[in-house]
Every structure is written in structure tokens, then in C-alpha cells.
């Protein structure tokens, strides 16, 4: 089998789409919260994806960081991602701390 360039049209069109996505990445500066629970301190950073909103949460304790938590699905409101973050790493502060 011989391998074949890929047309130009090809290129172009997969091109404009790489374009569109990272347009549509990183629309609005994040947002971080921060709180503390159970002597460990979460940081919690919010950003809007196109028409939703993801983000992670970096978990520290002692001072040290331990694992950052990622929304895997984009959320339709700010509130709904904020919320998800917090209960995940309560959760997995109460697993790891007791």
C-alpha cells in the first residue's frame, strides 16, 4: 500500500476545525475559589468551554499537594460545575483524611 498525501481541501477543513475549538477553549478569564475542609485546603479554578463551564480542583494537605481533581463533562452552569467540584473533593478528602 502506498501512502498518499492528504488533499489540501482535507487540510483546510481540519485546520478551521482545530481553529473553532481552541477559539471556543477559553472564552473567559477562570475563576478560582478557594476553601478549606477537614484541615485540607482546595482550590478550586472554574472557566467557561464554549457554551459551558469546566474546571478542576487542586487538593492540598500539610501544605503539600496531594491531586488535582478535572470535571470530565462540561456543566451548562457555573453553579452545577462549582458544586460538582466541591462535593468530589469532599468526598475524597473524607475518604483519604478518616
Known amino acids: 500500500m502506498i501512502a498518499t498525501r492528504p488533499d489540501a481541501a482535507a487540510m483546510i477543513a481540519s485546520q478551521l476545525h482545530c481553529a473553532k475549538l481552541e477559539s471556543q477553549i477559553m472564552i473567559a478569564p477562570p475563576r478560582a475559589e478557594r476553601f478549606e ?37 462540561a456543566r451548562e452552569v457555573e453553579y452545577d460545575a462549582k458544586t460538582a467540584l466541591k462535593m468530589t473533593a469532599k468526598t475524597l478528602i473524607d475518604e483519604w483524611a478518616y
Open 37 to 73: 475542609y477537614r484541615g485540607w485546603v482546595a482550590e478550586i479554578v472554574v472557566y467557561q468551554i464554549g457554551a459551558g463551564f469546566g474546571g478542576h480542583a487542586a487538593l492540598k494537605a500539610d501544605g503539600r499537594y496531594k491531586c488535582t481533581i478535572t470535571l470530565v463533562k
